[in-house]
Every structure is written in C-alpha cells, then in structure tokens.
C-alpha cells in the first residue's frame, strides 16, 4: 500500500493588497479630525489614527504622530498633575493641562485643515 500525500493547502486567491495613498484633502480632513478628536479622547483617537493611517500619506503621517506625542506628553503631564494634588498646585497644573490641550489642539487643527504642517509647543518626541 503506497499512501498518497496529503493534498497542497489552498492558494490564497487576494493576497494583501496595502491601502493607497490618501488624496490631500483626504489628508487635511483625517488630520484635522484626528487633531478634534484628540480633544474628546486624548490617548485613543491619535494612537488609532497613527496605526491606521500612517502610511498613506506623509502629511498624514506627520499630524498623527505630532498629536500623538503631544497626548502621551499630556498624560505624562496629568500624572505628574495627581501626584501633585497633595500639594495643591495640583489642581492649577490639571486645570492647566486641561486648556492647553483645547486650545493647541484647535490651533492643530485648523493648521491641518489649511494644508499646513505644525508642532505642538512643549512635547516630548516619543515616536519619531
């Protein structure tokens, strides 16, 4: 008795095929999103958008990582902030926070919606 080999596995038929490039004005509206939404989500919205759309596109690219490290600078900030609650001025450094974050994140924003790129002041370069 001679035993057959077991049959090949099946061919993949569509193999992975990466996302094309985002026209600009795609760019500028997922940018300047990413920027609003950091303001509602601080950690979630950018780190999603920077999996996500990092590789189609360069100034996409650019905003996700910039408001990324802006957040994670931001909490690093809020934690620091709660330690110092202790001490009272706690409280000014949260509430502080709280508004550089609203403000530098619409100043973000409308950059990104006119096509331009920016930096966020006072940010730690996690992810370059």
């Known amino acids: 008795m ?11 038929q569509y193999p992975y095929q990466p996302a094309p490039p985002m026209s600009p004005q795609d760019q500028r509206l997922w940018a300047t999103l990413t920027h609003i939404g950091g303001i509602f989500f601080p950690i979630l919205v950018p780190l ?32 620091v902030s ?15 926070i709280g508004i550089l974050t609203i403000v530098f994140g619409i100043i973000a924003a409308t950059k990104a919606n006119a096509g331009e790129q920016y930096e966020y002041p006072l940010t730690i370069r996690f992810i370059s």
């Open 82 to 96: 709660g330690l110092l609650v202790l001490l009272v001025i706690g409280f000014f450094l949260i509430f502080a």
């Open 2 to 12: 001679s035993a057959t080999p077991p049959p090949p596995p099946p061919q993949q």
């Open 48 to 79: 999603i958008a920077y999996l996500v759309l990092k590789d189609r596109g360069a100034f996409i690219a650019q905003h996700t990582r910039t408001a990324l490290n802006f957040h994670i600078t931001a909490l690093l900030g809020y934690v």
